[in-house]
Nanobody, 122 residues
Framework: VQLQASGGGLVQAGGSLRLSCAVS????????MGWFRQAPGKEREFIAA????????YYADSVKGRFTISRDNAKSTVYLQMNSLKSEDTAVYYC????????????????WGQGTQVTVSS
């Protein structure tokens, strides 16, 4: 399976961005999908995950209420809508595919996208 993330960019604090991750190579609907981020000098951290149908979602406390994960199985794409962005949201954002119902750790995902940079200016 191959993942291609897009949608990152530079945004002012309080603004919004929507990330997309297009998946190819295997049956998209058989995968749970997740978003992680990694800031310079820090470990990759879990942000959000969604199960294969979209009926189950889970968020890190740091983004709950501001970010929304969704998926379109017909388009083999997962999204991350990010609102009320803060400077501490600045990081490279990665999408990932895995078999765990809703994985929250790096080890639970078997395929990763290349990352897209999100920079929030204060």
């Amino acid at each position: 399976v191959q993942l291609q993330a897009s949608g990152g960019g530079l945004v002012q604090a309080g603004g919004s961005l929507r990330l997309s991750c297009a998946v190819s190579g295997r049956t998209f609907s058989s995968y749970a999908m997740g978003w992680f981020r990694q800031a310079p000098g820090k470990e990759r951290e879990f942000i959000a995950a969604i199960n294969w149908s979209g009926g189950g979602r889970y968020y890190a406390d740091s983004v709950k209420g501001r970010f929304t994960i969704s998926r379109d199985n017909a388009k083999s794409t997962v999204y991350l809508q990010m609102n009320s962005l803060k400077s501490e949201d600045t990081a490279v954002y990665y999408c990932a595919a895995g078999r765990t119902y809703i994985g929250t750790t790096v080890r639970q995902y078997e395929a990763w996208g290349q990352g897209t940079q999100v920079t929030v200016s204060s």
